[in-house]
């Protein structure tokens, strides 16, 4: 059964820097695009970034380019989520998302169940 | 503000056929295909449609989606109760490179 299973939020400081993780299973994720997506309390889903199956290119939603950074290690099947000069309205829950294709355009046809991240001093 | 624009609320009764628009420009709807994702409170979204009207496996044909020039629809026909979710549609965006999403449709059943 493929499986998505994120880890990492948590309470942070304005300022401050986090590492989402999320571990696949049932699949490759090198063999598709990945996504994370977020969603505020309240509010509705927001793209954060992606990154391509074909050759690894990554996408920054405006709002974060410049201070969050997608990776994956294909050993671990895993992707990652570095957030660093954290805001409060980065306040969300973080969930990662497999495409169908290796495409960036594609649907995402399977999602974690999210961790939250909370920024306040 | 949402780069793609969905109404806030929509309703229908028990087996009414219910829809919901997704606006767009060239840029998202207009040149690259739409997705539906379903949302109920406190769970993960789950794939609705892809590829502007293609249903994945589990999912009812009562659900359908459209696309014409920048602009899409999800149709719920048969509405039932459990059909009551937020609802979502989405594209990549050429411009802005990378994904965008509308604001989410809540549907209530009456």
């Known amino acids: 059964e493929e499986q998505l299973l994120e880890s990492g939020g948590g309470l942070v400081q304005p300022g401050g820097s986090l590492r989402l993780s999320c571990a696949a299973s049932?699949?490759?994720?090198?063999?598709?695009?990945m996504n994370w997506v977020r969603q505020a309390p309240g509010k509705g889903l927001e793209w954060v970034s992606s990154?391509?199956?074909?050759?690894?290119?990554?996408?920054?939603a405006d709002s974060v380019k410049g201070r969050f950074t997608m990776s994956r290690d294909s050993s671990k099947n895993t992707i990652y989520l570095v957030m660093n000069s954290l805001r409060v309205d980065d306040t969300a829950v973080y969930s990662c998302a497999k495409s169908f294709g290796l495409g960036v355009s594609s649907s995402m046809d399977l999602w974690g169940q999210g961790t939250l991240v909370s920024v306040s001093s | 503000q949402s780069v793609l624009t969905q109404p806030p609320s929509a309703s229908g009764t028990p087996g009414q056929r219910v829809t919901i628009s997704c606006s767009g420009s060239g840029s998202n709807i207009g040149g690259y295909t739409v997705h539906w994702y379903q949302q109920f409170p406190g769970t993960a979204p789950k794939l609705l449609i892809y590829?502007?009207?293609h249903r994945p496996s589990g999912v009812p044909d009562r659900f359908s989606g459209s696309k014409s020039g920048t602009s899409a629809s999800l149709a719920i026909s048969g509405l039932q109760s459990e059909d009551e979710a937020y609802y979502y549609c989405?594209?990549?965006?050429?411009?802005?490179?990378?994904?965008?999403f509308g604001g989410g449709t809540k549907l209530t059943v009456l």
């Open positions: 590829t502007d009207d």
């Open positions: 049932g699949f490759t994720s090198n063999n598709y695009a």
């Open positions: 989405s594209a990549w965006d050429g411009g802005l490179r990378g994904v965008v």
């Open positions: 990154m391509s199956g074909t050759d690894g290119s990554t996408y920054y």
